[in-house]
């Protein structure tokens, strides 16, 4: 890379009282330019995941309370079945339909074995853990990967932005504070983006891994106590 051709992208006319993020972003190099937007698109996706977990979290607790207030409520569990059997529900309701369809598929098909009967019940309850599971942890890997990538990106911008400035200083053979300051201001500006985006990934990373372990312990504790009526169930009808 010549020296030479780097001066005149490296912030013409630029002084010590012209050093707006914005007029820094416009004379950055073209790599730096590059990271940056990247970072601001990543920033931009991990807020948009946040909101729609934050969402997503608040329909499951509210569908949870919802589910556990009527099934402890002494309903029938014939009468709350049919009532979510045609809904695609969340939560704990998802898994009482999962297996009272399995519960009703084999007493219509006249099962030889309860003890076969409670064994499925419980494959099927787990499987549709894993299903819920499943959808609440997804996009958490892009909150993992920014939080974790995002300021060796920025630190990347930063490297090239300086060394792209230390060849502008040595082709105008000029040192003085007006000439380096510019320069180097929009190298660390792209670190700076680099934890913008990384900080609020981890934070929303580790909060809604929070609550999927707690969701996913809520399931598992609903799942053990749905077993263990079907099963005096089972023993009353063997």
Sequence with gaps: MNPADIVPSVAPGLTSDNLSLFHLFLHAHWIVEAVMVGLLVCSVWVWAIAIDKTLLFSRLR???DTFEAAFWSGQSLEELYKALAGQHGHSTGALFV???REWKRSLEGQARSFAGLQMRIEKVMNV????????????LLVLATVGSAGPFIGLFGTVAGIMTSFQSIAASQNTSLAVVAPGIAEALFATAIGLVAAIPATIFYNKFSSEVNKQAQRLEGFADEFTAILSRQIDERG
């Design 62 to 64: 509210r569908a949870g």
């Design 128 to 139: 549709a853990i894993s299903r819920e599971v499943e959808n609440m942890e997804r996009r």
């Design 98 to 100: 999962a297996a009272m």
